[in-house]
């Protein structure tokens, strides 16, 4: 059945839902944490959450007493969460430059309780708000570091170890990995606000596409596979055509884009 994620304001309050709601109908309030949410990720009837309270919140969407653990094992605020795709394994990147491994099977208790990580990464040398699980390899997880840093890191994530590290130079905000191709984009920030497009494991670059005039914080993929968009500081969205055709494709090295202004002018599109 379908599941319902809505966010309102700073990210203080979520509602969520396993089934169509009835027209007007008040779903079930979650409240992630009292203090600013930065990340949410969602895996089937659970909801994480994270925020500068260090904490990662976990609660079952069904429940009436939603939350069901508190995973423990950052020291400062919390920049990235992400769930691998079989729902066994949650990473969390924070402010003091770790990244967490925690256990589906820890954490999912019917009561209550606090958890710690199975795993703690501390080779990154600036925040991880980057994160991204391969859809290829199961334990695959790919992570970038702050200014800092600038680095993309791959991990095994059933043993912990780190595979690789490549400098990118710059800031890395989101990582995204191809449905298709072994390939993954990341998006960057000071000084260019760059999308770089990497062939996995070699870790070249394929190309490099500019257009945003801010931090590019957010990366999302088309249901297909080979659209990417893009959202920046800089208030827009850009829609990539990177991942479709084959791996020498002209048209996705040349990343066609088009550019959606978040602005309430005229008939553009709004977000505000």
Not at 45 to 66: E, F, I, K, P
Not at 135 to 141: A, K, V
Not at 212 to 227: F, I, K, N, W
Request: aromatic share 6%.
């Amino acid at each position: 059945s379908p599941f319902f994620l809505a966010l309102r304001g700073d990210g203080v309050d979520a509602t969520s839902t396993d089934a169509a709601p009835a027209p007007g109908a008040r779903l079930p309030e979650i409240t992630p944490s009292t203090r600013r949410r930065r990340d949410v990720t969602q895996v089937s009837r659970c909801v994480n959450s994270g925020s500068r309270d260090a904490l990662v919140l976990q609660h079952d969407a069904r429940a009436r007493q939603h939350r069901t653990a508190t995973l423990v094992g950052h020291q400062q605020e919390v920049c990235g969460l992400s769930w691998s795709a079989d729902g066994a394994t949650l990473a969390s990147g924070g402010n003091e430059n770790y990244l967490c491994l925690w256990d589906a099977a820890r954490s999912g208790q019917a009561q209550p309780s606090e958890c710690a990580p199975r795993a703690i990464m501390r080779q990154h040398q600036a925040a991880v708000k980057a994160l991204s699980w391969c859809p290829m390899h199961r334990n695959l997880l790919a992570s970038g570091g702050g200014t800092a840093d600038r680095t993309i890191k791959f991990w095994n994530a059933h043993t912990g170890a780190m595979l690789h590290s490549v400098d990118t130079g710059s800031q890395v905000c989101a990582l995204l990995w191809s449905r298709h191709h072994k390939e993954i984009v990341s998006s960057h920030g000071f000084s260019q606000n760059q999308l770089c497009l990497w062939r996995y494991p070699s870790m070249t670059k394929l190309c490099e596409l500019t257009g945003h005039t801010a931090r590019v914080l957010h990366l999302a993929q088309s249901p297909d596979g080979e659209t990417v968009v893009s959202a920046a500081a800089d208030e827009t969205l850009r829609f990539w055509s990177i991942f479709g055709g084959g791996p020498t494709s002209a048209a996705r090295r040349k990343g066609r884009m088009r550019d959606m202004r978040l602005s309430s002018v005229g008939g553009e599109m709004s977000i505000r």
